[in-house]
């Protein structure tokens, strides 16, 4: 490959150490509506070539922890399991060698790998979701890994999780799910309860696996998706969860999923690279970095 693939436009190569790994699995297998999320990854990792080094919040360069970035995971042809296959063997090989996985999709069911992958290296762990969609369907169009089915193989697992933006579902769902549901932040329950970080943050025992799919943004900041539900969440309420959960707790690993570049919303696919960007910065806020630069 003549251009080399990198997150941010800074060169890593001279850094010493590397604590993240970006993998991209561009898988597409169960689109239900509008498609082009196997475009996603090559789309955000290029859209942060544009997002500036410094972040404007931590005042840090957190390219300096040292970002690599894989080629992408070749799924093409594949089935469903057999590229979640593919996908979990790529996070564990990062996890052994003490690498942060992030894993880019691709539609939401390359999160079942990747939370699978690091469950098996950390006990207890929980999983936060930002989706505007529960995802816990028992099946969907035939396929029990379908993208609207990836939190039900997580309750399968046995991993509790924390779902957050959720704003579409079924009544299967709801039935599944039952009466209090205590895990699950809507957009309405968020802004009836203004504590709610706080909440989501005090349901958390133990190390956490962060799965975004971009569509628990707002489709005015974030139309780039397949299925833009209205009355999403705001990029200051993502990132004062996001600041919140890796203060608080151990972050192992996560994803951002379900990006489906479109045209005219060159801000969407930047928005996306910025929040791994910030999400990363907040992980490896202590981490010293090898120098300040003028
Ligand atoms: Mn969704």
């Not at 544009?50 to 972040?55: K, P, S, T």
């Not at 950390?122 to 396929?143: N, W």
């Not at 029990?144 to 957050?164: E, I, K």
Request: proline share 6%.
């Amino acid at each position: 490959m003549s251009q080399p693939i990198r997150f941010i436009d800074e060169d890593p190569t001279s850094l010493s150490e590397k604590k993240v790994a970006i993998i991209s699995a561009p898988l597409a297998n169960t689109v239900s509506w509008v498609g082009g999320t196997e475009h996603g990854p090559a789309a955000l990792l290029k859209a942060s070539l544009a997002v500036e080094a410094l972040d404007d919040e931590l005042l840090r360069e957190t390219w300096q922890v040292g970002i690599d970035v894989r080629e992408p995971l070749a799924l093409d042809g594949l089935s469903s399991e057999a590229a979640l296959a593919r996908i979990c063997e790529a996070v564990r090989r990062e996890l052994r060698q003490g690498r942060f996985p992030v894993v880019l999709g691709g539609e939401h069911t390359v999160t079942v790998a990747a939370a699978a992958a690091c469950a098996s290296q950390f006990a207890g762990l929980h999983v936060v979701q930002i989706d505007a969609h529960l995802d816990m369907r028992e099946s969907y169009g035939g396929s029990s890994l379908s993208h609207a089915c990836v939190m039900r193989r997580l309750h399968d697992l046995g991993l509790p999780c924390t779902q957050v933006g959720i704003r579409s579902f079924s009544p299967g769902e709801l039935d599944f799910l039952g009466h209090d549901r205590p895990g699950v932040f809507t957009t309405e329950r968020i802004r009836r309860e203004p504590d709610w970080v706080e909440q989501v943050c005090g349901r958390i025992n133990g190390p956490v696996y962060l799965t975004l799919d971009v569509d628990g943004f707002d489709p005015a900041i974030m139309p780039a998706t397949g299925t833009p539900e209205p009355d999403g969440l705001s990029w200051h309420q993502v990132t004062s969860l996001f600041r919140a959960l890796a203060a608080r707790h151990r972050l192992v690993g996560m994803d951002v999923v379900e990006l489906a570049p479109c045209p005219g919303a060159h801000h969407a696919v930047f928005t996306a690279a910025k929040i791994l960007y910030r999400t990363l910065g907040y992980i490896f806020k202590e981490t010293p970095l090898p120098g300040k630069r003028g």
